[in-house]
């Protein structure tokens, strides 16, 4: 069915609804339920703003129960994805450093890290001796 025919359909629906057929009046209904407006989580970067976006549409009124339906499942996807992508971003920073050998230093000014430097290395030397 073309947009054009679609149109005409439902403009006469809404003249013989209101001319008082309920039939008419019933499938306007229908129709309007079914109706969902467009759910944009995809663009939510992380998933506290995929919460809060979240939250906003299904704080507005006139939410009919399709559209909360849609937007449940749209979050319960994306939510999925968002905490999967993340997971394995993690593991792979984790395997990154474990497999390029790289050595995590604590941040510390020059002094401290001299003094933490020979403190570890008497111990090494103690430990080799022993």
Not at 80 to 101: C, P, Q, W
Not at 102 to 107: E, G, Q, W
Request: charged share 30%; hydrophobic share 45%.
């Amino acid at each position: 069915m073309t947009p054009e025919v679609e149109q005409g359909v439902r403009q006469a629906l809404e003249l013989k609804a209101r001319a008082g057929n309920v039939d008419a009046a019933k499938l306007l209904f229908a129709e309007r339920a079914k109706q969902v407006r467009p759910v944009k989580f995809d663009d939510c970067a992380n998933v506290d703003e995929l919460q809060k976006r979240f939250g906003e549409y299904m704080g507005q009124e006139s939410l009919t129960a399709a559209e909360a339906d849609a937007a449940s499942k749209a979050f319960d996807r994306l939510f999925k994805t968002i905490v999967a992508r993340d997971k394995l971003a993690k593991e792979h920073a984790a395997n990154t450093s474990r497999t390029s050998g790289l050595m995590m230093v604590p941040v510390m000014n020059v002094e401290t890290w001299e003094a933490e430097a020979e403190r570890s290395q008497a111990a090494l030397k103690q430990h080799a001796r022993a």
